[in-house]
């Protein structure tokens, strides 16, 4: 099995930075948070106290946090958007638009949607996350909330157990995306 738990970067695409490895056309608009944040994860494996600095938030080092992922407030969005290589506008629009985090708890999971399509090709969409949508808007495939191989619900959170397994199960540890272990150098 790969090594999920590594602490040392795996290798860089194109960086813009020199502290952290960033592949900015890996992203696209109305991709989400939890997505964007994974690949982060994914090309630098930082124990989750040291992703907290490039997300703008270094004051939580000390709080073992478990940051909900709907919404922007849990990150400083003009950071995240320098040391990850993406536009503010499109960091900002990665969260849940709706300022009313009451209505945004009600409409939008705090579980995993997705489409079980898209994320083959290593994408998924803030959308999915509407609980008034039942399936994915481009392949007409039923959004899916459970792990493929432990059907354990995935907590749309970033947290010491998401941090240590990008864009995997938590539980389980199974990749979520074929083509994104596909780019793992094991
Ligand atoms: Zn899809
Ligand atoms: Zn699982």
């Known amino acids: ?31 989400s948070a939890w997505s964007i944040l994974n690949k982060f994860q994914w090309l630098n494996r930082l124990p989750l106290n040291a992703l907290l600095a490039p997300l703008g938030r270094a004051d939580l080092i000390d709080a073992e ?7 922007a407030s849990m990150i400083d969005v003009k950071t995240t958007s320098t040391n990850l ?4 506008a499109r960091i900002t629009h990665a ?20 489409c079980p399509i898209c994320l083959i090709d290593g994408f998924h969409a803030t959308l999915f996350q509407c ?24 907590e749309y959170r970033l947290n010491a157990s998401a941090a240590a397994n990008p864009y995997s199960c938590p539980r389980c540890l199974i990749g979520l995306s074929p083509s994104i272990d596909a780019i793992h150098p094991s």
């Open 1 to 31: 099995m790969r090594n999920l738990r590594s602490a040392r970067p795996i290798f860089c695409f194109d960086s813009s930075t020199p502290e952290f490895c960033t592949r900015p056309r890996w992203s696209c608009d109305g991709e």
């Open 65 to 71: 946090p478990n940051l909900d992922l709907r919404f």
């Open 85 to 88: 290589g993406i536009s503010s």
């Open 95 to 114: 969260f849940v638009p709706i300022q009313n985090q009451t209505l945004a708890r009600a409409i939008f999971s705090n579980v995993l949607r997705y």
């Open 131 to 154: 609980l008034l949508l039942d399936q994915c808007p481009i392949h007409c495939r039923r959004l899916q909330e459970n792990c493929p191989q432990c059907h354990d619900t995935i």
